[in-house]
Nanobody, 120 residues
Framework: QVQLVESGGGLVQPGGSLRLSCAAG????????MSWYRQAPGKERELVAV???????NYADSVKGRFTISRDNAKNTVYLQMNSLKPEDTAVYYC??????????????WGKGTLVTVSS
């Protein structure tokens, strides 16, 4: 059993910052790629940022220069630092991770999501 738990969402004014965290726990042997997605009401879920096991990162064009994804491998945790937030960043943010569990099976896991609301 693997669980991803997000935290850090909330209400912030335009131009403000938030830092999201996602901790993976359970029957984990190794966590590989970790990523953040978001879904606004009535919109498709979209990839925001990804950090692969080798450390390389990639970002959606809409967040480049404003968001930074990072990870703490010792804690199986991924972070998303969000700066210069805009109202269009409002969405439920979901953590995703590719995990090799202790049964040596790969799985693709999702957190339940954390709501980020950017509004004055």
């Amino acid at each position: 059993q693997v669980q991803l738990v997000e935290s850090g969402g909330g209400l912030v004014q335009p131009g403000g910052s938030l830092r999201l965290s996602c901790a993976a726990g359970g029957s984990i042997f190794r966590v590989d790629a970790m990523s953040w997605y978001r879904q606004a009401p009535g919109k498709e879920r979209e990839l925001v940022a990804v950090v692969i096991s080798g450390g390389s990162t990639n970002y959606a064009d809409s967040v480049k220069g404003r968001f930074t994804i990072s990870r703490d491998n010792a804690k199986n945790t991924v972070y998303l630092q969000m700066n210069s937030l805009k109202p269009e960043d409002t969405a439920v943010y979901y953590c995703n991770a590719v995990v090799l569990n202790k049964n040596r099976a790969f799985g693709n896991y999702w957190g339940k999501g954390t709501l980020v609301t950017v509004s004055s």
